[in-house]
């Protein structure tokens, strides 16, 4: 049985609030978020270890807030009522294709085509570019071919590229609908040009400074 721990803030929740959460364990960014909220957080500690938040810091709505402080752990906040919730695995969302789209494309073929967009995007940013680090990323992917949540599995060992890795597959479409036997999440593998098997940017395809 896996261990529950219920965290809780002031006795009231606040409708804004300023957030100052630096990146950590998940567990311990969500204590403080119980504390600058007053909203009680249902935490199954056995889903969040293993997690790392990479932090929130602004003013907020405490619902805003918690979606930047959950952004790239690959987990979502489930509502028991307005000042409290539990955390629960991100799932796809059911939606439409266009009228008279079909998938078309078998799981290897889409895993190049996720590749090809994902890689095209990267290569947009310097910070982001392919080539001089490693990082292991998890995307979940709409049957409209949107990519609706992400996991920073793990870190690149540095914080402002890992939020640009999140930040950049942000609804990022790939070219192509989502075959209905894709297995989800879609697991990444980013790796320095040193390994030979790393991704490659066209010479100056669309970067951009840090």
Not at 35 to 43: I, K, N, P, S
């Amino acid at each position: 049985m896996a261990l529950l721990c219920l965290l809780t803030g002031p006795t009231q929740a606040v409708d804004w609030v300023d957030l100052d959460i630096a990146p950590q364990e998940l567990t311990s960014a969500l204590e403080q978020f119980s504390r600058f909220t007053g909203m009680a957080v249902l935490v199954d500690q056995q889903l969040s270890s293993q997690r790392h938040s990479l932090g929130v810091q602004g003013r907020f709505t405490p619902s805003e807030g918690l979606r930047v402080l959950l952004s790239g752990t690959g987990l979502a906040a489930h509502y028991a009522r307005a000042d409290a919730f539990t955390l629960q695995p991100v799932r796809v969302r059911e939606v439409p294709l266009p009228a008279g789209v079909t998938p078309g494309l078998s799981d290897s073929n889409y895993a190049a085509a996720i590749q090809t967009v994902i890689q095209r995007n990267l290569c947009r940013s310097a910070l982001t570019r392919p080539g001089s680090f490693r990082a292991v990323l998890q995307v979940w992917i709409g049957r409209d071919g949107v990519v609706q949540h992400s996991r920073l599995v793990s870190s690149t060992g540095d914080l402002m590229r890992d939020k640009a890795l999140v930040n950049s597959l942000q609804n990022l479409r790939i070219d192509r609908p989502a075959p209905s036997s894709l297995r989800q999440p879609v697991t990444l593998l980013l790796l320095p040009d040193s390994s030979g098997k790393s991704m490659e940017c066209t010479t100056g395809e669309g970067v951009s400074g840090r």
